[in-house]
């Protein structure tokens, strides 16, 4: 158990101990009384708790020491931490999406060889990176002081690629983003242990965002992200109405690329109106973008870098079941065109241009 100086925080670092524990138990994956999918999201959960636990207690030296423990649990091996990163203001895309792909290259560094050639594999693999791309382009909406941006950016496709690798052992999934899941590659075991190991990478970075909202921002939305699959698992072959799908998509998704476009502002220094607005942005942009990812798993090619008909084949109801393709589009630009006008009040300049820019790619998208 990690005790903190002078007995600061006893309470709050007592229950974090308790929660990191739990998260621990649930992810060796030994417990008969549970099944595999239902220990991974268990466990997921309390980590998303544990996290909610350590911001009172404000400690780098204790959120470095409880990163450097999980690491080192999920490699088993020890594991320094990353090196300083950048601080420079990407300014374009392009540079930001280099710097990002190069960053999630060191990440993937460790002495278990096994680990760093699956992480490397389903990491380095591409994706849309929409989350950070969301961050950098509403950091670039502030004018104030403000913080650097590539380490949150990091920091949130860490904990995203984190969730896909565990929900490819929840859903027995083998392909990913075009790549065979490590699931499938090393086992179960393995593939909870890789996410768990940069879960550890991403908790590394939390320093830099103290006081800024930033850190309590992301673990409140982990823990709605867990809730969210806890739930929908309940909901397997059964039918569900357009209220319940909504419900599930907004905990599992649209909060998470919502507080991705929120932390973004924030970090670059925006105002309460300006974060507020690209708030909404976000929230909308992530229901678009999930109904339509529901279609793509109907209607998609082998550009979609996974199987399709997945949802289905375990049992899930989605909006394209529930109202039809066609109506579920119609839904697609329904919420695209709201974020857009979410942005209304933002001044016109090259940040905004590329958040509309983006929903309107992110509507018509066939990958």
Not at 38 to 49: C, N, W
Not at 160 to 167: C, F, G, M, P, T
Not at 313 to 324: C, E, N, R, S, Y
Not at 346 to 352: F, P, T, V
Request: hydrophobic residues 40%; contains cysteine.
């Amino acid at each position: 158990m990690i005790t903190a100086p002078d007995n600061l925080h006893t309470k709050e670092l007592e229950s974090a101990n308790q929660n990191f524990d739990l998260f621990c138990s649930f992810h060796r994956l030994d417990d008969p009384a549970y099944a595999i999918g239902e220990a991974v999201l268990k466990g997921d959960y309390y980590f998303s708790r544990f996290s909610l636990d350590l911001i009172p207690v404000d400690s780098v030296k204790i959120t470095d020491r409880f990163a450097r423990i999980l690491r080192e649990d999920a490699s088993g091996m020890s594991s320094p931490e990353l090196p300083a990163m950048s601080y420079e203001d990407p300014k374009t895309f392009a540079k930001g999406k280099y710097l990002l792909e190069q960053q999630l290259e060191k990440v993937c560094e460790t002495e278990n060889l096994q680990m760093k050639d699956d992480l490397k594999r389903v990491l380095l693999a591409g994706g849309k990176r929409l989350r950070p791309s969301l961050a950098q382009a509403a950091y670039g909406l502030g004018k104030g002081p403000s913080y650097p941006i590539l380490p949150l950016m990091v920091m949130i496709e860490l904990m995203h690629s984190a969730s896909l690798i565990h929900d490819d052992v929840v859903d027995n999934g083998a392909l990913r983003r075009g790549v065979v899941t490590i699931n499938v590659s090393s086992g179960n075991l393995n593939a909870v242990k890789a996410a768990d190991y940069i879960l550890g990478r991403a908790m590394e970075l939390l320093k830099i965002y103290r006081g800024t909202g930033i850190n309590e921002r992301l673990a409140a939305v982990s823990e709605q992200m867990c809730i969210g699959e806890l739930e929908q698992m309940k909901y397997l072959n059964t039918e569900i109405d357009e209220e319940t799908y909504f419900n599930l998509i907004t905990k599992k998704t649209a909060l998470f690329i919502e507080a991705a476009a929120a932390c973004g502002a924030i970090a670059g220094g925006c105002g309460e109106k300006t974060i507020k607005a690209v708030a909404g942005y976000g929230y909308h942009i992530g229901i678009a973008f999930q109904i339509k990812d529901d279609i793509l798993d109907f209607t998609g090619t082998e550009k979609f870098g996974k199987k399709t008909l997945q949802d289905a084949g375990k049992g899930l109801k989605t909006l394209p079941a529930v109202i039809g393709l066609s109506k579920a589009q119609e839904k697609v630009k329904e919420y695209s065109d709201e974020a857009i006008a979410a942005l209304e009040n933002i001044e016109n300049g090259i940040s905004r241009k590329a958040l509309i820019q983006m929903a309107r790619q992110l509507e018509k998208r066939e990958i």
